[in-house]
């Protein structure tokens, strides 16, 4: 079974534009570019498309690639205080010469539609989560939609990164799985993954997972965005793979489109959020 994330992704978008008209609401999204990425820069520009589909405004501050920290703060601070506002994504990854954290911290947790905030992780990690990062929740929602069991099940999950790895993991753990948390330093990494019922990888290595690595009717989520020869692939060698899995999602037109329709599903949320907060 393909998981398509993309019929998935525009089915829920059309969803959301029909409450966003129905609401009232006009949200607002402001992403926060550095540098002069092509990937970051086509991102950015699929987002503010989502973002045209479905009734949310969006605005783009883009910096030069030596900007300093300080800088990248100030111009978060300035959309923290714009009351047009509701959600602020801060594009990765940042130029080496910016401390990601450091610059996180400075986005306003009502407005981290990315939910990358320490206080916002803090609340997912808890069990109480506000915002969700989007991949992790595009991964949850396309595993729901297809209703791939989760309760009880062994999940796997390889890569720690906390844009998708441990907030991946903390999901999974909430729906009842079994979860093991792997990564570079993982020895015997083959034996975790060859028990997983759930396996979702996220290491930027492409094909880094072989057939021999998955077990047979698997579920496979695969993160990775590689390229190699100029073509794109995931961190998943799929045509093998995919003869082995139960279910796995393709690359692209998998989690990709899943992960702009959860920032634009957050953005909503934010602005749903602010609308109702008692005034200061």
């Known amino acids: 079974m393909i998981l398509d994330g993309k019929r998935i992704a525009d089915r829920r978008l059309e969803v959301l534009e029909e409450e966003i008209e129905e609401s009232g609401f ?16 086509l991102y950015v520009t699929m987002k503010h498309k989502a973002c045209e589909r479905v ?10 690639g030596d900007t300093t920290p300080q800088q990248v703060r100030e111009a978060i601070l300035q959309l923290n205080e714009d009351p047009l506002i509701d959600g602020i994504l801060l594009q990765l990854p940042l130029p080496r010469q910016i401390e990601t954290d450091r610059v996180m911290e400075a986005v306003a947790p009502e407005k981290d539609v990315d939910g990358f905030h320490p206080s916002n992780l803090g609340q997912l ?36 990164s906390i844009e998708v790895g441990r ?23 083959e034996e975790h993954t060859q028990r997983a019922d759930i396996l979702v990888c996220s290491v930027g290595k ?40 139960g279910a796995i999602t393709p690359v692209p037109g998998g989690v990709g489109p899943m992960t702009i329709a959860s920032l634009m599903e957050n953005t909503f949320r934010a602005a749903r959020m602010r609308a109702c907060a008692p005034a200061r």
Do not use: W
């Open 206 to 245: 492409a094909r880094f997972i072989t057939a021999e690595m998955v077990r047979e009717g698997a579920t496979v989520i695969d993160v990775g965005i590689n390229y190699v020869d100029g073509k794109l692939c995931g961190d998943v060698d799929y045509a093998p793979v995919a003869e082995k899995a």
């Open 167 to 189: 907030p991946c993991g903390m999901l999974l753990l909430a729906a009842d799985a079994t979860v093991t948390l792997c990564h570079s330093r993982t020895k015997r990494l």
């Open 26 to 41: 006009y949200p607002h999204l402001a992403t926060v570019i550095v540098g002069d990425d092509p990937a970051s820069r």
């Open 125 to 160: 990690f808890s069990g109480k989560p506000t915002f969700v990062p989007c991949t992790p929740k595009g991964i949850m929602t396309l595993l729901e939609e297809y209703r791939i069991p989760l309760s009880g099940s062994q999940a796997v999950v390889v890569g720690r």
């Open 55 to 64: 009734g949310i405004g969006s605005v783009g501050v883009n910096l030069p």
